[in-house]
């Protein structure tokens, strides 16, 4: 049965928007601001690396196992979102920072947003693997049933 375009629309819909509340929750309950800097190598703790690798990872495989075939190009959206709001709730001041911390520079924030995008996008792909069980636009070839060897 093949799928509407209102149907695909609302799909995509509902693995973004669970994509943006995992991304969201997940980034809150390990307490890591990514946009507010502290200095130093401290800076670079071990949550600190789960929130910009693993989350979006995480979130991808979600959005592309909910979306199905195509999700990898929707699974960007997620950590895009979050991480924008995220920038300018604390550039505008709705969200506070830890004390010593300071706003990084959009440059400096716009390269670990690359990060967790293509994070995001591998964990996209796999979604898709998982779906289809091999990568590419062709389907899985039905093994044959194996054929005695040829004697001479």
Known sequence: MRKTNSRRVYRGAA???LG???NHFADRILGVQIEAFSGGIGYFSPSWVLDMFLVPFLAGILVSLIYGFGGKWLSYLPS???RSCSYFAIAYHLTGMAPGSALMPIGWWGFYLILTLESAA???VIGEVMIKRTYGRSAPQKTAAPTPPNRR
């Open 15 to 17: 693995a973004v928007l």
């Open 80 to 82: 895009l979102i979050v």
């Open 122 to 124: 591998v964990g996209g």
């Open 20 to 22: 943006l509340a995992f």
